[in-house]
């Protein structure tokens, strides 16, 4: 039996069914979903959600958001760019096998911004990020509703997605699948029955987050000082520059590179390429030892602008996909939901 | 006519002899320290109907109700029932009336920091882990102080008991997840005991400096370290306060596992009772061991008991105390 070409279809699997689907799926895609890993949390006795390989339904979690956001399945904490030995130079093999990632609809804006950043942003995409991106395959875990109180993808205009090429909804132990991609079709049980499931969104954020007018705040920052008002001086007594609500966050795409020498075979080697972000201490270190955003507020600021204003006068959009780990993850209680709402009431009362 | 007493069975009661020649105080007991609010009602009944409507907060986690007269004992023992079910028999201690009041009052309350279900820093349900060791040691006549610590901040005074337990997580990293931001190595140096260090740009650790707080776990901002879930504990002993020679507890034992712990606790009552001076109206363990040496006590607290292959045992006690009679101050 064989599926007409790029029609949609949707059913209600049983667990069964549903590990049915993933191990077929897995004969071609390596299965990368958020799963909760028991103790391994911030703080002793709480779990960890984070992103890993899967192989049944039932290790996926459905109901929170991770931690550590998806971008790292595309764009890894830390990565070898190249060995070096001698003079030869070589590049590490990435996995070959192509994956499946599922991820919720604010994350699957946030691949648009990684997109952005990593192949249209020069005039050659990023070889590293492009590899990876070609093998991946985005499966949506529905969110009916705000997953939490840290959610702002409302406001961000990133609730909606069609870019997946399936959709998951978890019910009662059984799953709701709709399939709108050729390839993944054959996956499907036979015995799987149709179902009337397309995945709904949420149309409301817990708590309404205003986000400014890009223009406005342009003409705020060139024409009347904005980067001097007195609530960035408030930030840089708040923050720590711990750094966490860059790591948590779905967009942040900024890395350095060093290169290392074996302590066993010194002329061999490796460059690599880590994480670095602005928050954190010595992003912006400069020969002959100056930092120009020194004071944690002025990082603030940066980070602030860079989600709402700078990338959107670049790529036509936010940074920000409102995922709010930066708020559920940031030890001080510093709420960016918060900030770029202060900076809309700023503007408004210009 | 004046009130006959029988002071010892009094006291063995958990009510103590007091400087009112008249009046009692009873020493309630709240194993790790954390409590139902709703059993403070009664704890206030107790104070307002027999004794002088005030009570005492113990730096061992306990209530102390006085002015109660001593004929009314009988009775503030039957009132006190609920309490006993409640913060007792609950949690496993061995009761067989518990109308009767507390059946000893030597092994003293085992208290607990707030630990993991207020305390970030803590790597342990210190409250949970208390009351276990509440039901493995309580009742007992011979006096014994324990308490439990979440992390080497050691907000208990765990260094004032003669066993002190304190939390330790067996941090592990993920080193796919380093950035190299040195934040867990600066902190680790400035605040710990200088564990960690950056090699080839990732942080490495010194087992045999690391003492297991779990800060680092708290200060990486990748998750890169974590804790095993497995817990483990540091026990420090014989700390104490009092007239002759007070002084911190030493580290007995590193990561040991909870078994080891409730093992050793278990031991140390046929020790007691093996080497107590008799003649004394009350020996302290601590001078006991003072007597017996620490080899003898070593052996005696590890007779039977099956190590985690983690765990390590103290060469020497290394104590940090000092003799009053030796004391500048005592010579001048
Ligand atoms: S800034 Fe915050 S809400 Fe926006 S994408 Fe990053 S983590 Fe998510
Ligand atoms: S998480 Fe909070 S404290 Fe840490 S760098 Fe970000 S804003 Fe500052
Ligand atoms: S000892 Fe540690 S865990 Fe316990 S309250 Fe103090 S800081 Fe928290
Ligand atoms: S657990 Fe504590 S002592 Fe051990 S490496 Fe981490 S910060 Fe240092
Ligand atoms: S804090 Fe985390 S990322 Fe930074 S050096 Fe330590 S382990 Fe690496």
Known sequence: MHDTPSETRRVRLSCEEADILLDNLAAHYRLFAPVRLPGRGRFSDQDAIRYAEVHTVHEIEHARRS????????????????????????????????????????????????????????????????????????????????????????????????????????????????????????????????ADFTPEFPTADPQPVVVPDADRLQSAIRDHGFFAHPMWAD????????????????????????????????????????????????????????????????????????????FYQRFGRHMCVGCGRCDASCPEYISFATCISAISRVLEER | MSTDLNTKLIMRNAYRITSDRRHT????????????????????????????????????????????PY????????????LLEALEVAIGVPLDDTTQGYPAAGT?????????????????????LAQRIEATIFPNHYHVKVAVTGCPNDCIKAHLQDFGIIGQAAVEIDAARCIGCEACVTNCRKRVTGALELQNMIAVRDAQRCIGCGECVLKCPTGAWSRNPHKFFRMVILGRTGKKNPRLAATFLEW?????????????????????????????????????????????LLDGVALNP???????????????????????
């Not at chain 1, 030995?85 to 996995?95: S, T, Y």
């Not at chain 1, 509703?145 to 205009?157: N, R, Y």
């Not at chain 1, 954190?280 to 600021?301: P, V, W």
């Not at chain 2, 078994?259 to 009350?282: G, M, Q």
């Open chain 1, 67 to 194: 931690h550590f956001s998806p971008k790292e399945i595309l764009f890894p904490v830390s990565q070898t760019l190249f060995y070096l030995m001698d003079d030869a130079l070589q590049e590490p093999q990435d996995d070959p096998r192509d994956m499946l990632v599922f991820l919720r609809a604010c994350d699957i804006h946030g691949i648009a911004r990684l997109d952005d950043i990593f192949l249209n942003n020069g005039p050659e995409p990023e070889p590293y990020y492009a590899r990876r991106r070609a093998r991946i395959k985005l499966a949506l875990l529905e969110c009916r509703h705000s997953l939490d109180e840290h959610c702002f993808c409302v406001a961000m205009g990133t609730n909606r997605t069609d870019a997946y090429a399936m959709a998951v909804r978890c019910d009662e132990g059984q799953l709701l699948v709709e399939v709108r991609d050729d390839d993944l079709r054959p996956a499907l049980p036979a015995s799987a029955a149709p």
């Open chain 1, 235 to 310: 930030y840089a007594k708040r923050c720590i520059a711990c750094g966490r609500c860059n790591t948590h966050c779905m967009t942040c795409s900024c890395f350095t590179a060093y290169d290392i020498a074996y302590t066993e075979q010194p002329n061999a080697g490796e460059r690599r390429r880590v994480w670095a972000s602005c928050h954190i201490d010595r992003f912006t270190d400069m020969a002959g030892g100056h930092a120009f955003r020194d004071e944690n507020g002025s990082r603030m600021r940066f980070k602030t602008m860079h989600k709402i204003h700078d």
């Open chain 2, 25 to 68: 105080c009873l020493r309630v007991r709240v194993p790790g320290g954390h409590l139902e609010a709703r059993h403070l009602s009664l704890i206030q009944h107790i104070a307002d109907t027999y004794g002088n409507g005030t009570v005492h907060i113990t730096t061992r986690q306990g209530f102390e109700i006085p002015g109660i």
């Open chain 2, 71 to 82: 004929e009314m004992i009988p009775e503030v023992n039957r009132a006190l029932a609920p």
């Open chain 2, 310 to 332: 983690q765990a390590r045992v103290a060469e020497r006690l290394d104590f940090h105390g000092y003799w009053h009679t030796a004391d500048g101050i005592m010579q001048w």
């Open chain 2, 108 to 128: 003293r309350n085992v208290a607990a920091c707030i630990g993991n279900r207020v305390c970030p820093f803590a790597n342990n349900d210190t409250t949970a």
């Open chain 2, 256 to 300: 040991a596992a909870e078994p080891v712990i409730l093992a050793v606790l278990r031991n140390v009552y046929k020790f007691i009772d093996e080497h107590i001076d008799r003649s004394l109206p009350k020996e302290h363990l601590g001078y006991i061991v003072d007597r017996i040496g620490y080899p003898a006590f070593r052996d005696a």
